[in-house]
């Protein structure tokens, strides 16, 4: 930390990037980022993410005009790059497709992903981290940041989304010591869990009860998979808390190949090495990966033969 303490002493004008499709965390760093940096003043900041935050989160994450949706402002000259949660260069969510814009600008580099290839002219990556929403955290505290209650929200979701809501294994003490601090800031923990599992809308629950139904299993019940073919539903989930099952994989059709969503129960028997050997990464728990040019069919043995190994290590 101490390296991106330095690094941004340096610079006057920041812009934060986070990774493309966007999960709960990277919401939370950028937006409650942006606004510790914003509420201070040391710093003028600015954010960009290609799409929207969806609106069933407009609640707990109402729009910033400091967040760029799209296109960037032109006028904006920065001198440093925030990339948030984001564990290669190739998955930020640039202003434009061609990454060619924030490979010019020095970069930061704040993650918790294990596989990180730290391609930062500084990087802070803390594995231990249940969430890079506490790395941010803990910048906040050093550099004397007040913690505001929006920006408490945003790193309180970042932080609940990515341990399930304190279901995963990966939710430590440190994790329920950090969501307890965000709430005494301000923090609205209780519209977070409202949000995120009393408003399901209709159309997803169905889906989830369509994956269940056309759910299929191997290894006598401790892997099950199932095919996704609707766009945009990210979160869906083939439960891994159907017992016995050890490891859990979505598998959505893409134009030119297939992507892999995998959730495991443990650390015992870890996704990632799946999802690398997939060509993709993630962590122990949660990773996924995409393969062109295969069929479904082809992607499914791939998968059986890929947890194969997994289960006889
Ligand atoms: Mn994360």
């Not at 998979?225 to 083939?238: I, K, P, T």
Request: glycine share 8%.
């Amino acid at each position: 930390m101490d390296a991106v303490l330095d690094w941004m002493h340096g610079r006057s004008s920041l812009l934060l990037l986070t990774h493309t499709r966007p999960d709960g965390d990277a919401f939370g760093t950028l937006i409650g980022l942006l606004r510790l940096l914003n509420a201070d003043g040391r710093w003028e900041a600015s954010a960009y993410m290609s799409t929207p935050v969806p609106e069933r989160y407009n609640a707990i994450l109402p729009h910033d005009t400091s967040l760029a949706i799209g296109k960037l402002p032109e006028q904006r000259r920065h001198d440093g790059i925030v990339c948030l949660d984001t564990a290669r260069a190739d998955r930020i969510d640039a202003p434009n497709s061609t990454h060619t814009m924030p490979l010019r600008i020095e970069q930061c580099n704040i993650d918790h992903h294990p596989d990180n290839s730290l391609y930062g002219a500084v990087n802070w990556i803390n594995p231990e981290s249940t969430a890079t929403a506490q790395m941010i955290l803990r910048l906040a505290d050093s550099l004397n940041l007040a913690m505001v209650p929006e920006a408490a929200t945003a790193l309180l979701f970042g932080l609940v989304t990515d341990c399930g809501t304190f279901r995963f294994q990966n939710t430590s003490p440190q994790a329920l010591r950090d969501a307890a601090r965000l709430i005494e800031c301000g923090g609205a923990y209780h519209a977070i869990v409202d949000t995120l599992h009393f408003r399901q809308p209709y159309g997803r629950l169905l889906i989830q009860s369509k994956l269940l139904e056309t759910a299929d299993f191997a290894y006598n019940g401790r892997l099950v998979y199932s095919v996704l073919r609707e766009e945009d539903l990210q979160g869906a989930d083939v439960s891994r808390s159907i017992d016995g099952v050890e490891i859990a994989c979505l598998l959505q059709p893409e134009d030119d190949g297939v992507r892999f969503s995998l959730r495991a129960r443990s650390a015992r028997y870890s996704v990632g090495p799946i999802a690398r050997e997939l060509g993709g990464g993630g962590h122990q728990l949660a990773a996924g990966a995409r393969l062109r040019g295969v069929t479904v069919a082809e992607a499914r043995e791939r998968l059986v033969a890929l947890t194969r190994k997994v289960f006889a290590s």
